[in-house]
């Protein structure tokens, strides 16, 4: 079971990003997924999740209107779109896979927004 986070990078502020969290060992139909991140010298924070049911999904009122998450269980990828970056959501990002009482993370991708 391993989860792999992609698409990270060095962007200016207002640009875009789109981060892919690929899953190989398991399907994510019955996980529900969610993408965290963390700054340095911060405690790690939940950007946004996507129930495994029926597709709801929550993010944080720090990337409201900006961030979208969502999910293709045909490919067992998960996905975070970026818009309109700023030089807080400077971070390393983490997918994280859940279901009842198992937990799986990725291994995080470097988003770094700077002029």
């Known amino acids: 079971v391993q989860l792999q986070a992609s698409g990270g990078g060095l962007v200016h502020p207002g640009d875009s990003l789109r981060l892919s969290c690929s899953a190989s060992?398991?399907?994510?139909?019955?996980?529900?997924m969610g993408w965290f991140r963390q700054a340095p010298g911060k405690e790690r924070e939940g950007v946004g999740c996507?129930?495994?049911?029926?597709?709801?999904?929550f993010v944080a009122d720090s990337v409201k209107g900006r961030f979208t998450i969502s999910r293709d269980n045909a490919k067992s990828t998960l996905y975070l779109q970026m818009n309109s970056l700023k030089p807080e959501d400077t971070a390393v990002y983490y997918c994280?896979?859940?279901?009842?009482?198992?937990?799986?993370w990725g291994q995080g991708t470097q988003v770094t927004v700077s002029s």
């Open positions: 994280k896979a859940s279901v009842q009482s198992e937990n799986y």
């Open positions: 060992g398991f399907t994510l139909d019955y996980y529900d």
């Open positions: 996507i129930d495994s049911s029926d597709g709801t999904t």
